[in-house]
């Protein structure tokens, strides 16, 4: 479908179709966007369980009209007792990506949705938490159809994860992966979304479901400890910002990405780049966003340790320098290898003009594949992007929080519209994005359109191997292709719809009221407005 979804009263798209339901639901009763983001974040936690869940980590983009908008960490940070010689008395040179020791860093993302509820009320929320995870208890106690995509994911997986402590009770039947089309049903989970309803949010960490929740993944052996749970917090931060002559782009700091989405944005607008789908189009995009991730890859890491702020890299000056030096029809020599990275992205706009841009995930598929008995909580493996080299940007200490690919977009332009964007994809997340922004805002193409269009990445991991060069989908066309070759780019054709090139979705909400949206077919997902 390339018609993208009009109305005026409320929007939500996301990457599965019952969540973009379950938040619709919520503004259908008079709730605020931040409502419907969580009850649409906690039934994707139940029915797309490869990709999130409680026990990952999250940030938020928060758009009020007439106001700033805010952003929330919802990031947590290595154990107390976490550091690298835990993993080097293990014999160990690199952190697990699956098992107990893959389970070091907190989770964030329950902590993030309490700040969210705060700035809810601010604004008149008044619906009890337990109507927002009601629905996503219900899925996860009377079932659910398992999509293609996380049957792929299980069967892909299935060598790393069939022997963490919990996995296979929840995810597999009879220790092999579920059919697409299958029912799955997660009542440990179910009844954990009943407790945080009914004794608040703050029982993740704090109270007994916090405790129980220590014991499990002690018992399995994860080095996190109750005292690392009771510690953590939220933290609403104020976002990157950049202006361009279309208007103005927010994405989320440092320990995230988001620098390296807006570096790639503004490195594109001095290309003066004026059709889409051209060849300046394709090779504009990849060439910033190779000297973005170069950035992003020598200086991002938990902002408490950063040297320089991440806002020098912004200013006028130094994105002329780095502009500069992108040659308009050769290809640069510089690498850039991408992390697998499972995520799903949300948005939601409601009638009063307030949008949400959430982007959540447990890392790799399934996250460290440890899944505790009692509360049916997978747990991220977001820490295994810390390294044991002493003095890398990003080496493991105690308390200190991951490097994030998360990182959702949000633009204010010019013309009166409000875009909320976003991706999975690892750290090809910025291109991703730059491709649906330019398309939709500089180019004036329809958000389906844009979203649907064929994309390409760099690096990007396909079913666990690195790949190197430039990864295009097949319907790019032929002598685009070639013409890119031609300039130096190793490029790799992949399938026409390819999944592993993000599960993306975009709304729009226009000077007069009337909201834009699109959900990606490379998903599961849906709009779903009135």
Known sequence: ?????????????????????????????????????????????????????LGGDAFWLIAEPGKPPLSID?????????????YRRRGLATIPTRGPLAANTVAGAISSWQLALDVSAQWGGKLPLARLLE???????????????QAAAAVRTLGELKGQPGYADQFLVKRKPPLPGSILRLPALAATLDRLAAHGLDDFYRGGL????????????????????ARHRGMRRRPLSLALPCGSLFNTAPPTQGLASLILLGLFQRLNV??????????GLIEAARLAHAVRDAHVTDPARMSVHATTYLTEGVLDHMAAGIDPARASALRSDSPEGDTVWLGVVDGQGRAVSYIQSLFHAF??????????????????????????RNVLEPRRRPFHTLSPGLARLRDGRTMVFGTMGGDCQPLVQAEIFTRAALFG????????????????????????????????????VERLRQAGHQIQVVGEWDSLLGHAGALCRRGDGMIEGAADPRSDGSVAAF
């Open 1 to 53: 479908m390339l018609n993208s979804p009009l109305a005026r009263r409320g929007m939500v798209t996301s990457p599965h179709h019952l969540a973009s339901q379950a938040g619709l639901a919520v503004l259908k009763e008079g709730g605020t966007a931040i409502e419907a983001a969580i009850a649409t974040a906690a039934m994707l936690g139940v029915v797309y369980p490869h990709m999130t869940g």
């Open 74 to 86: 919802g990031s947590g940070a290595s154990g107390a007792k976490v550091d690298a010689e835990l």
């Open 135 to 149: 629905d996503a208890a219900f899925i996860a106690r009377d079932g659910f159809a398992v999509t293609t995509h």
């Open 210 to 229: 916090g405790r129980s929740v220590a014991a499990q993944l002690a018992e399995a052996g994860s080095p996190l400890r109750s005292e690392d749970l």
């Open 274 to 283: 004026t059709q889409a789908e051209s060849f300046e189009h394709v090779h």
């Open 367 to 392: 996250g460290s594949g440890i899944t505790l008995p009692e509360t049916g909580i997978t747990w991220q493996c977001r820490g295994s992007s810390f390294s044991l080299e002493p003095g890398h």
């Open 445 to 480: 193409q329809g958000l389906q359109q844009a979203v649907s269009a064929p994309r390409w990445a760099l690096g990007r991991a396909l079913d666990g191997v690195k790949a190197s060069g430039v990864q295009v989908e097949a319907r790019l066309a032929p002598g685009l």
